[in-house]
């Protein structure tokens, strides 16, 4: 093996890595090697179940990488999931097939990304899925699902639909008249994919309808294709950085790895090294790599080759906290219900005006205290346009400011919910020059006050929802956090307890590698291709400049079928 040279090396057999490897290798006189840190988990039940999300948590095939205690949010640090399998973390992943709102995506050109935004990704969203079509199972007739097909792929690699396990029993519609009873009413969203997410809506999920199983990156995108003879797949093989050309220049020619049986060589790219190894691995292998700020490179002893200190800095991730609510009829199990809603600014917040104006005038000091927390590496004007769009999605174009789920199970109703577009912003950086060491990841969950506002705000409106008929009627006392912990009428203050000390990452880390201009912090550009490298990419959801109101795949899908066209010259 270490004699071999390919074409392309892409690092990560993930939910990117293997759409890109899939797509380059379509080319028969191109050669691909995937090196994957993990093995292949076709046959594994804690992977392929479609209701068993969570089984796979804290199994081998999670990376559970830790976060530093987290001084805003009570102290504790917090597990970030991530898959370390072939398939990466779709294999481990909730199923949620929810896009972005369309304004949000537009805001990756708006700061300075060239040809990205709606309508250049939608039909790469398109090109990768293949939904199933709903109307075509006669088990979901009444269930309330619906789409707009102008918005979807039938023909790609990627299944997307709705289960067979879907919950028909009328809770759907229920919700859908609660919600719109509210004081300020959401309405039905037909499509959440469609680029307005806004509303109340049933989603689909990556699975595959007549198997039930779980559809991930490896059963769509690679194992139908596994015969290639030009494309390999290196299984429980680590990366540990890359390798240079001599020169001054930073030309990538190889990968150094670890091999399943211990021994550590380098393999060979002629072409391009690219980097898929998920938000949390991404920015470290650069590291590793020489390629970051070189007053943290030094500390370790690895020169630097590339002098660019925004690697790892812009973490962004959303805190994931949940409402529990006694049910007073019995869900059968076996089921699924995938039911959320969207709520704008001005559907969530009560005073949502003169919030807005207020966070227009803390933006300033926030952009300081992010660059300040950094030692100034990114730079606070910067960061302020970043804010300041992001305000003007919030406020002006109304993008959701929350993501409510609502799942029935036993005698219950949970609701896991999170503020969509948290402003706190963090860092990862690497602790030592071993490869196999955990990095230093720190979201800064909670560090702007805004994020916690939104976060109580939503519970508040979660209570609203299940104190209005028909829900109200059918669900009975909260029990998560429940009256007696945090009464009807909390303030702000009253809530951070339960907040603070009961929330998780949400597990959409991202920003770690962004694509934006080098002169305002960019690590990639708009090719994906690192700055001050002539042939390294990075193609995971490290490089999202903000964060997605919907779930990250996706987006990460979608970003990947666009990076491989651009790898492949096409754009
Ligand atoms: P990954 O898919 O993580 O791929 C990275 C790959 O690189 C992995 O296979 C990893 O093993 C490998 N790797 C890392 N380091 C090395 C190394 N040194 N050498 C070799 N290989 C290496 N999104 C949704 O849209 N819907 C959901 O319902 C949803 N739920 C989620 C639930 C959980 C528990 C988690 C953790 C995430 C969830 N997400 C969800 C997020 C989404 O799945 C991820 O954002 C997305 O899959 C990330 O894709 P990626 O290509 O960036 O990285």
């Known amino acids: 093996?270490?004699?071999?040279?390919?074409?392309?090396?892409?690092?990560?057999?993930?939910?990117?890595?293997?759409?890109?490897?899939?797509?380059?290798?379509?080319?028969?006189?191109?050669?691909?090697?995937?090196?994957?840190?993990?093995?292949?988990?076709?046959?594994?039940?804690?992977?392929?179940?479609?209701?068993?999300?969570?089984?796979?948590?804290?199994?081998?095939?999670?990376?559970?990488y830790e976060t530093t205690d987290q001084e805003y949010a009570g102290g504790s640090s917090q597990i970030v999931r991530a898959g370390k399998a072939l398939g990466g973390t779709s294999t481990i992943n909730g199923l949620v097939y929810l896009r972005a709102q369309a304004a949000q995506i537009d805001a990756w050109e708006a700061i300075g990304n060239k040809g990205w935004n709606w309508k250049t990704l939608l039909p790469y969203f398109k090109k990768g899925e293949q939904l199933q079509d709903p109307s075509k199972h006669p088990v979901l007739d009444g269930s309330g699902i619906s789409f707009d097909p102008a918005y979807h792929g039938f023909t790609g690699p990627l299944k997307v639909g709705w289960p067979s396990t879907?919950?028909?029993?009328?809770?759907?519609?229920?919700?859908?008249?609660?919600?719109?009873?509210?004081?300020?009413?959401?309405?039905?969203?037909?499509?959440?994919?469609?680029?307005?997410?806004?509303?109340?809506?049933?989603?689909?999920?990556?699975?595959?309808?007549?198997?039930?199983?779980?559809?991930?990156?490896?059963?769509?995108?690679?194992?139908?294709y596994q015969n290639r003879t030009n494309l390999h797949v290196w299984l429980n093989t680590h990366a540990n950085k890359i390798t240079w050309k001599d020169g001054h220049e930073a030309?990538?020619?190889?990968?150094?790895?670890?091999?399943?049986?211990?021994?550590?060589?380098?393999?060979?790219?002629?072409?391009?090294?690219?980097?898929?190894a998920g938000a949390l691995k991404s920015p470290v292998l650069l590291e590793l790599s020489g390629v970051g700020n070189p007053d943290i490179?030094?500390?370790?002893?690895?020169?630097?080759?590339?002098?660019?200190?925004?690697?790892?800095?812009?973490?962004?991730?959303?805190?994931n906290n949940g409402l529990e609510f006694e049910s007073k009829k019995s869900h059968a199990d076996g089921k699924s219900a995938d039911y959320v809603s969207y709520p704008s600014a001005a559907q969530l917040f009560p005073n949502s005006t003169a919030l807005g104006a207020d966070l227009l005038r803390k933006l300033p000091a926030y952009a300081a205290q992010v660059a300040s927390a950094n030692g100034n590496v990114t730079n606070a004007s910067d960061i302020y346009r970043f804010f300041k769009i992001q305000w003007d999605l919030i406020f002006k174009d109304g993008i959701p400011v929350a993501e409510i789920l609502l799942s029935p199970y036993g005698n219950t109703y949970s609701s896991e919910y999170w503020g969509s577009?948290?402003?706190?912003?963090?860092?990862?950086?690497?602790?030592?020059?071993?490869?196999?060491?955990?990095?230093?990841?720190?979201?800064?969950y909670f560090m702007l006050d805004f994020d916690f506002e939104a976060q109580v705000q939503a519970a508040r409106f979660i209570r609203e929802v299940f104190n209005t008929e028909p829900l109200g009627d059918m669900a009975g006392a909260e029990t998560t956090p429940g009256l007696s912990t945090v009464p009807a009428d909390a303030d702000d203050e009253a809530w951070a307890?339960?907040?603070?000390?009961?929330?998780?990452?949400?597990?959409?880390?991202i920003t770690t590698a962004a694509m934006l201009p080098k002169e305002i912090g960019g690590v990639v550009d708009t090719?994906?291709?690192?700055?001050?490298?002539?042939?390294?990419?990075?193609?995971?959801?490290?490089?999202?400049?903000?964060q997605v109101c919907g779930h990250l795949q996706s987006t990460v899908y979608a970003v990947a079928e666009r990076a491989a066209d651009i790898i492949k010259g096409r754009l």
């Open 1 to 64: 093996k270490s004699d071999s040279t390919y074409d392309y090396i892409v690092v990560g057999g993930g939910t990117s890595g293997l759409v890109v490897a899939n797509r380059l290798s379509e080319q028969k006189n191109t050669t691909v090697l995937v090196i994957e840190a993990g093995g292949s988990v076709y046959n594994n039940p804690n992977v392929t179940d479609t209701l068993g999300y969570g089984k796979a948590f804290g199994t081998d095939i999670d990376w559970a």
């Open 166 to 224: 879907q919950l028909n029993d009328g809770l759907a519609q229920k919700l859908n008249a609660t919600y719109q009873n509210l004081d300020v009413p959401v309405q039905f969203n037909r499509d959440p994919n469609s680029g307005d997410m806004v509303g109340y809506s049933l989603y689909p999920k990556t699975l595959d309808y007549e198997l039930n199983i779980r559809e991930d990156a490896a059963r769509a995108y690679y194992y139908p």
């Open 251 to 276: 030309a990538a020619d190889g990968v150094e790895v670890t091999l399943s049986n211990g021994k550590t060589t380098v393999v060979k790219a002629s072409r391009e090294v690219i980097l898929a």
């Open 297 to 319: 490179l030094s500390k370790y002893g690895i020169a630097t080759k590339v002098n660019l200190p925004t690697v790892g800095e812009n973490l962004q991730d959303q805190m």
């Open 421 to 444: 577009v948290p402003f706190s912003r963090g860092s990862i950086h690497l602790s030592s020059a071993d490869p196999t060491a955990a990095a230093i990841i720190d979201p800064k």
């Open 497 to 509: 307890d339960f907040i603070k000390g009961k929330y998780r990452s949400n597990f959409h880390p």
């Open 527 to 546: 090719s994906l291709k690192v700055y001050g490298t002539s042939n390294v990419r990075v193609v995971d959801a490290s490089i999202m400049p903000f």
